[in-house]
């Protein structure tokens, strides 16, 4: 009961100071920065996940955990070597998935899908065509549901759920993780890393998922492109959310990133040196 309402209270500021976007509206901040935003809503998850054992907010930056946990989470791949890594969120669906996989086949680049477990089991078709098309993909929960509200077993149960959906449509379990939001409490890493998997954040926010124009998310990736630079994109949209800026930018973002010299790989690839990180898969 009191999770329950402090879950609430925590909802209610989330929706308040962030503006809606779409069908996964109710926690609709969907892309927090690293850093101070993250460290502001992460001060928020002791009145969640450890609000019944702890009274005292907890604040640990993405920068933190990066620090320690250096096998389990990175918001960026090595910067020893001019690579980047082209990252969509939220997929499939069957609007914005089908577009980007053209652009990306057009220009011969491969890229990483964050994958909705619940948007899978509808769309297995799309799933199955990212991978035969040489991309790689990622579990980003069952429903989207933010890891900060949720006891230790549901959030287990968002993470193995879509696995076990992704497991029967490609034949493996995928060992990338990319959390809601962004989002994951020490304690959920802990876990993460006790099971093999790797969260992979970013530290290239194009805020496509705010409608922009494409000039407006070419500049925003430019803001903290760098070697080693993961870029969050998103290629499935909610209900009226419009991803067609982020369309009409990628093939400009590939040619520029061509460009200025970098290497488009993806996730695995961007991991494969770590030790940690040998394999791409969890069987
Ligand atoms: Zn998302």
């Avoid at 005292?56 to 990175?74: C, D, E, M, Q």
């Avoid at 082209?86 to 086949?105: N, R, S």
């Avoid at 630079?229 to 990628?250: M, P």
């Avoid at 040619?255 to 040196?273: A, N």
Wanted: charged share 20%; aromatic share 8%; with cysteine.
């Amino acid at each position: 009961m009191i999770r329950t309402i402090i879950g609430l209270v925590w909802l209610l500021l989330l929706v308040a100071g962030v503006a809606g976007c779409g069908r996964f509206a109710a926690l609709q901040q969907k892309d927090p920065p690293q850093g101070d935003l993250y460290t502001a809503h992460n001060g928020s998850i002791s009145v969640s996940a450890n609000a019944v054992t702890q009274s005292k907010p907890r604040r640990v930056s993405w920068i933190t955990l990066a620090r320690k946990y250096p096998g389990a989470f990175a918001t960026r791949g090595p910067t020893s070597s001019k690579r980047v890594a082209l990252t969509f969120d939220d997929v499939p669906d069957l609007e914005y998935t089908p577009q980007v996989l053209d652009i990306l086949a057009r220009e011969k680049v491969k890229a990483t899908f964050f994958v909705v477990g619940e948007r899978a089991a509808k769309h297995p078709e799309m799933v199955r065509r990212i991978i035969t098309e040489g991309h790689s993909v990622g579990n980003h929960s069952y429903d989207h549901t933010s890891y900060a509200l949720l006891s230790m077993r549901k959030f287990e149960d968002q993470i193995e759920r879509t696995g076990n959906i992704l497991h029967s449509q490609i034949g493996y379990t995928p060992r990338f993780l990319r959390p809601p939001y962004g989002e994951i409490t020490p304690a959920q890493l802990m876990w993460t890393q006790s099971r093999g998997y790797f969260v992979a954040n970013w530290n290239v926010d194009t805020e496509d998922w705010k409608g922009l124009s494409a000039g407006r998310i070419l500049r925003n990736v430019r803001r903290t492109l760098g070697p080693g630079s993961i870029i969050l994109q998103h290629a499935g949209g909610g209900v009226g959310e419009d991803l067609s800026g982020t369309v009409k930018a990628l093939p400009s973002l590939i040619r520029i990133l061509k460009q200025k010299g970098y290497e488009l790989v993806t996730i695995p690839e961007m991991f494969s040196e770590s030790q940690e990180l040998e394999s791409m898969r969890l069987y």
